[in-house]
């Protein structure tokens, strides 16, 4: 299992940037998690993104645990720091 910090930057358009990153998430086998707070959430999941409601700066744990950890892990950071 791998896992990375990232401070989270969506102050607009939440919804459609949560459903983008469940589409990155999905493109890997390996089971990954967003942690924010006391909430761990499978990135793959609508309905568990849709619960997360984290703001401008706030700073969430991926964790990526299978064949491919490494990649999903790379691939949902990267995604995820774009959207600053």
Do not use: F
């Amino acid at each position: 299992m791998v896992s990375s910090q990232v401070v989270i930057n969506i102050s607009q358009d939440i919804e459609r940037r949560l459903a983008n990153l469940i589409s990155v998430a999905g493109e890997y086998s390996s089971r990954i998690y967003v942690v924010a707070e006391d909430k761990r959430i499978n990135a793959k999941s609508l309905m568990g993104m849709m619960s997360l409601v984290s703001c401008t700066g706030d700073t969430l744990t991926i964790t990526a645990d299978g064949a491919d950890e490494e990649e999903a892990l790379k691939a949902i950071t990267d995604y995820l720091n774009t959207l600053s």
